[in-house]
């Protein structure tokens, strides 16, 4: 059966308490229970922004040395491709429960496959592909970032079946995505939440301690001013946020190699079935 729009109501009115649910999941066995219950079979992958990834560099390459290769839109491209069903929210739960500010509330999730066919009504519409790709592209151009992936949180809040036949494409916001409470969950389930295999950011001698990256930047807290310049920790996921705002070109992501958005389509794949 769907969810009621009055259980919608009251998840929303939970939402500023993630951060203290996620803290329960490092108790030993309250955490393999949450885990269990809404974590279960996840595999779920930050792609950076398209613009990113164009400036960057492949690793053992020069950046005088464009690289030309597939851009991580390529991802949600494939699965909007290959899905017979597309469903677009009415409503981001996340920037909804937050009363966003800065980024568009009525842009939701995009969710593929035959699990949607279970979602209530009342939270959204199925589209074409070709309205999912023009969903897809006008996402990006407003800031946002997707997420893809299994997510078990999203089958059980919405309750709908069989959880390998939805496949989540969020559309995220640093301000107000649920996935702020990465460092606070029990890493056997944060790892559960990646950057696309073969992507890493870094660093430069560049960097001049300007604070720019660590002022509400990135999604996971993962950047800090440590001796007057900017250290990324072991929670980046990726995202280049911090790459693309960063005024002195001091922060570069990295393409370790060319396959990177043929891995992340494997990997989805091995997850959820869009068919």
């Keep these: 059966m769907a969810r009621p729009l009055w259980f919608v109501e009251l998840l ?5 308490n ?16 949450i885990d269990k219950m809404l974590f279960e079979g996840d595999d779920i992958i930050y792609l950076p922004k398209d613009s990113v990834v164009q400036k960057t560099i492949q690793i053992n390459q020069s950046l005088d040395q464009p690289i030309d290769t597939a851009l991580p839109s390529a991802v949600v491209h ?37 699990a949607v066919l279970d979602i209530n009504p009342q939270l959204g519409r ?19 970032v997707h997420l893809i992936g299994r997510n078990k949180l999203d089958s059980t809040w919405l309750n709908v079946a069989p959880g390998d036949k939805l496949l989540t494409i969020c559309n995220c916001c640093p301000c107000c995505c649920l996935w702020r409470m990465l ?19 870094r660093v430069t001698e560049d960097c001049i301690g300007c604070g720019t990256c660590t002022e509400g930047i990135c999604f996971v807290d993962a950047i800090s001013l440590v001796d007057g310049k900017a250290k990324i920790s072991g929670e980046c996921r990726a995202c280049g946020r911090c790459v693309e705002v960063c005024p002195n070109d001091a922060i570069e992501m990295i393409i370790e190699h060319l396959e990177f958005v043929e891995d992340s389509i494997h990997r989805v794949d091995s997850v959820v079935d869009v068919e």
């Design 12 to 16: 929303k009115k939970t939402f500023p």
């Design 18 to 33: 993630v951060s203290i649910i996620a803290k329960l999941t490092r108790v030993p066995v309250v955490g393999r229970v």
């Design 78 to 114: 494939h699965f909007i491709e290959k899905a017979n069903y597309h469903w677009i929210m009415n409503f981001c739960i996340c920037r909804d429960a937050s009363k966003c500010e800065d980024y568009p509330i009525d842009h939701g999730c995009l969710f593929l496959g035959e």
């Design 126 to 144: 199925r589209v074409t592909k070709e309205e999912a790709h023009e969903y897809a592209r006008d996402c990006r151009e407003k800031g946002l």
């Design 183 to 201: 460092p606070d969950l029990n890493p056997a389930i944060s790892r559960k939440v990646t950057k696309m295999p073969g992507v890493d950011v």
